[in-house]
């Protein structure tokens, strides 16, 4: 058709629709996750292993480091940066950091095979009175049985010694039931504790170091896919 426009190589130039920019920048990627390692506190008891699982199928360059704490120090290991995050437990100092609860733990009370503790499938403080109520020096439930009977012992320095005590038959000891789990042996039965306080666990960082790590983390104990967004 005589007087219609045409493009490079003779084609018909379309109109309303700019050519292409070969030259054209590429866009890059938003927000990308750091190389790592990220660095996970946990205490005694805590259960991460499926959001360490997640972690690897998500991420799998970005390895995942996972710090053991201790109760007593899990407020100083988050704060100086020893750590990049932590599974607490609570109640812990918030001055800042940022705290996600997670779960809660009912208690129990650990006692020897052969006690008479065990005919029952649940325990009650009242059922506790006249027993020997050992409470270790790292206890995290802090536990007041009124009827209870003072041991004629230094306390043990920690729970795993606690444990270690009631098995020979002396006293009773009470933790969450993951300390429970943690310590257990073939010569101790545990039965939950019914008017007892939970435990809650949770997990906190330092609120001016939301790391695009530490917001991956998030978005995985929050329950978030793969493909949504962090924020």
Same mark, same amino acid.
């Given at each position: $058709?005589?007087?219609?426009?045409?493009?490079?190589? #003779?084609?018909?130039?379309?109109? #309303?629709?700019?050519?292409?920019? @070969?030259?054209?920048?590429?866009?890059?990627?938003?927000?990308?996750?750091?190389?790592?390692?990220?660095?996970?506190?946990?205490?005694?008891?805590?259960? @991460?292993?499926?959001?360490?699982?997640?972690?690897?199928?998500? $991420?799998?360059?970005? @390895?995942?480091?996972?710090?053991?704490?201790?109760?007593?120090?899990?407020?100083?290991?988050?704060?100086?940066?020893?750590?990049?995050?932590?599974?607490? +437990?609570?109640?812990?100092?918030?001055? #800042?950091?940022?705290?996600?609860?997670?779960?809660?733990?009912?208690?129990?009370?650990?006692?020897?095979?052969?006690?008479?503790? /065990?005919?029952?499938?649940?325990?009650?403080?009242?059922?506790?009175?006249?027993?020997?109520? %050992?409470?270790?020096?790292?206890?995290?439930?802090?536990?007041?049985?009124?009827?209870?009977?003072?041991? +004629?012992?230094?306390?043990?320095?920690?729970?795993?010694?606690?444990?270690?005590?009631?098995?020979?038959?002396? #006293?009773?000891?009470?933790?969450? $039931?993951?300390?429970?789990?943690?310590?257990?042996?073939?010569?101790?039965?545990?039965?939950?504790?019914?008017?007892?306080?939970?435990?809650?666990?949770?997990?906190?960082? @330092?609120?001016?170091? /939301?790391?695009?790590?530490?917001?991956?983390? %998030?978005?995985?104990? +929050?329950?978030? /896919?793969?493909?949504?967004? +962090?924020?």
């Amino acid at each position: $058709m005589a007087g219609q426009a045409r493009g490079r190589g #003779g084609t018909p130039a379309r109109k #309303g629709r700019p050519a292409p920019n @070969p030259k054209a920048a590429v866009p890059a990627s938003v927000d990308p996750i750091p190389a790592g390692p990220f660095r996970l506190g946990a205490i005694p008891g805590a259960t @991460p292993g499926k959001w360490i699982d997640l972690w690897h199928e998500r $991420m799998p360059r970005t @390895p995942l480091e996972l710090v053991p704490l201790e109760v007593a120090g899990q407020r100083g290991a988050v704060s100086s940066g020893a750590v990049d995050a932590a599974l607490v +437990r609570l109640p812990v100092e918030r001055e #800042g950091l940022s705290v996600i609860a997670l779960y809660d733990e009912v208690p129990v009370v650990v006692c020897a095979a052969d006690s008479h503790l /065990t005919a029952a499938d649940e325990l009650t403080i009242a059922d506790l009175a006249g027993e020997v109520v %050992i409470r270790p020096v790292d206890d995290v439930l802090g536990v007041d049985v009124p009827d209870a009977v003072a041991p +004629r012992f230094t306390a043990p320095e920690t729970t795993e010694d606690a444990v270690a005590t009631v098995a020979t038959g002396v #006293g009773v000891v009470i933790v969450p $039931m993951s300390l429970a789990r943690l310590h257990h042996r073939k010569d101790v039965e545990y039965r939950p504790l019914a008017d007892g306080p939970v435990s809650g666990v949770a997990l906190a960082w @330092p609120t001016d170091r /939301t790391t695009p790590l530490v917001e991956a983390f %998030i978005g995985i104990v +929050r329950g978030r /896919t793969a493909n949504s967004s +962090r924020r």
